[in-house]
């Protein structure tokens, strides 16, 4: 499969100079990996096969995608050219080709693998193994809408027809738990740190049980702190509690002003919920957060409401009317 045939010319073998040998890339990947014919590397049956794992409805085959093979550092494959991908790798591709006999194929997911592989990098030749893979495979490649820069090696070097797919719906992560917690007890601390400084020891617990110490230091030089550091003596005879801490109120009314702009961080920050599923809008609430997210306080609630009551095809003007509103910045 491998194996080009001998009487192919310049235009076949692609944009090359010369006219390499027809056994190049079978030698290639037994250079790298060994025997073809007795294979013992990953993917392989009890029977000494190469094993290529999906399953099938029909018509249609599904699959994942193979790994590389290159243990410890797999993004070496992508820029060493005289690397090869694993054999089973390619005998997925054949098997495809001339096992299956598919028509088409489709990659679902950015992004893959296959047209990173070594070869040219523009222009392919009948030695670049996105070429040798793919063969003369119709390839459509579901592609996020986000990542354009990408999907351009995949529709220059994979020959994909890309199909754009949104991205999932945005919101904002929020505080919970333990961080929910600390972010009202910090509140409550400065709006009189002397009147409240019998939460520090309380603040100083929850900061240790949500493991913030790592992100948040209390300084430098003493990343973390306990409760016990803020411990008072007994008293100094004089009717009057004395501390033992050379944590100076000052130090750590500071500690708490960096925690709280770290807690506004995490709060506002912005991450995806679930997964986008193919050819369905997102629903209402999903549409809410996103575009509150995104805009922020450039998009009023009531124009945000006014685009998800309206559905598809309204146009900009019938939205801003149904918000009231006669303009956005």
Known sequence: WLTFPTGWGPTEWGPIPFLPDAQILSRKLESQWGDLGNPSHLSVSSEGKYVVSGLQFGNVWIGVQPLLGVEGDPMRLLFERDLTPHPQYAAFYSWLQKGFEVDAVVHFGTHGTVEW???????????????????????????????????????????????????????????YKQLAILKDLIADFREDPGANAVLRETIVDTVAAAGLFKDCPFSPERPKITAEDLQPSNGN??????????????????????????????????????LHVIGRAPDEGSMRKYLSAYFGDRLPDSVVSAIVESGEGATPEQILQASGVSSVS
């Open 237 to 274: 005879g004089n009717g009057r509690e004395t501390t033992t801490s050379d944590i100076s109120e000052q130090d750590f009314a500071d500690f708490v002003d960096r925690l709280f702009t770290y807690l506004q961080v995490v709060e506002n920050r912005l991450f995806s919920e679930g």
């Open 117 to 175: 592989l070594p070869g040219s990098p523009v222009g392919n030749t009948g030695l670049s193994w996105s070429d040798v893979l793919l063969g003369n495979l119709p390839n459509v490649y579901l592609y996020t809408a986000n990542n354009p820069s990408e999907s351009i090696i995949a529709k220059r070097r994979g020959y994909g027809t890309i199909v754009s797919h949104n991205v999932p719906p945005y919101g904002r992560s929020g505080l």
